[in-house]
């Protein structure tokens, strides 16, 4: 069944878990250049971050209590140098080769994605 607008659903935000949701934001506001967005400061409440250019999405980056511990079933692409967010606190989990054209990399609580150069 569609909504009368013809559509099932429209993307609105990403979200991110994490343990430490306050740290986990500033890495990724630093890799992507996005900045914080929290209207009530709360240390304990989610963090959204944002592209202060408005062409990247929202990202929220939420507070859970378990750590990660399987792959990713969704994940993040970005643009971008490896060396870079590697050297920022990124593990590498596969370096492209024959088979692949981008690097898999993790940020500091292990949610992966792929970096693509320009």
């Given at each position: ?54 062409r ?43 088979d692949?054209e ?17």
């Amino acid at each position: 069944m569609l909504f009368d607008g013809g559509m099932a659903a429209e993307f609105k935000d990403l979200c991110l878990d994490a343990n430490d949701h306050q740290a986990l934001a500033d890495w990724w506001c630093a890799a992507l250049g996005y900045r914080r967005h929290d209207p009530d400061g709360d240390p304990a409440s989610p963090v959204p971050i944002e592209d202060p250019a408005g062409r990247g999405p929202l990202i929220w980056i939420n507070p859970v209590p378990e750590r990660k511990t399987v792959k990713n079933r969704m994940h993040l692409d970005v643009w971008g140098s490896a060396e870079e967010l590697l050297a920022a606190g990124a593990t590498l989990v596969r370096a492209r080769d024959e088979d692949i054209e981008w690097d898999v990399l993790a940020d500091p609580e292990g949610n992966e994605f792929c970096v693509f150069a320009r």
